[in-house]
Nanobody, 126 residues
């Protein structure tokens, strides 16, 4: 049974930083690309960042380029999202996600991902 558990969310002032973590179990972690999505109230769930199984390839949404960094530690079965220079528009629930199959190269669409965490709330005040 695959489990993804996010942590690290909270309330921060604009310009501040947070580091999200996602601990995975029930899958061969080093064989999976992983993504961080976010969903603001009343909006779609969008991909923020994605990292390949080796960590050698990353993707960032334009809105977070230069501010967010995705990384992974395959020895700890954990993927991270370092968020700097936070803005009020970054306020959302952040989700960690994985595709169904190992070695898959999921795109940006949420429907390419089958396993989801419960989400962690990030709130940025102005």
């Amino acid at each position: 049974q695959v489990q993804l558990v996010e942590s690290g969310g909270g309330l921060v002032q604009a310009g501040g930083s947070l580091r999200l973590s996602c601990a995975a179990s029930g899958l061969t972690f080093s064989s999976y690309s992983l993504g961080w999505f976010r969903q603001a109230a009343g909006k779609e769930r969008d991909l923020v960042a994605r990292i390949s199984w080796s960590g050698g390839s990353t993707y960032y949404a334009d809105s977070v380029k230069g501010r967010f960094t995705i990384s992974r530690d395959n020895a700890k079965n954990t993927v991270y999202l370092q968020m700097n220079s936070l803005k009020p528009e970054d306020t959302a629930v952040y989700y960690c996600a994985a595709p169904r199959n190992p070695w898959a190269k999921p795109g940006t669409n949420r429907y390419a991902y089958d396993y989801w965490g419960q989400g962690t709330q990030v709130a940025v005040s102005s």
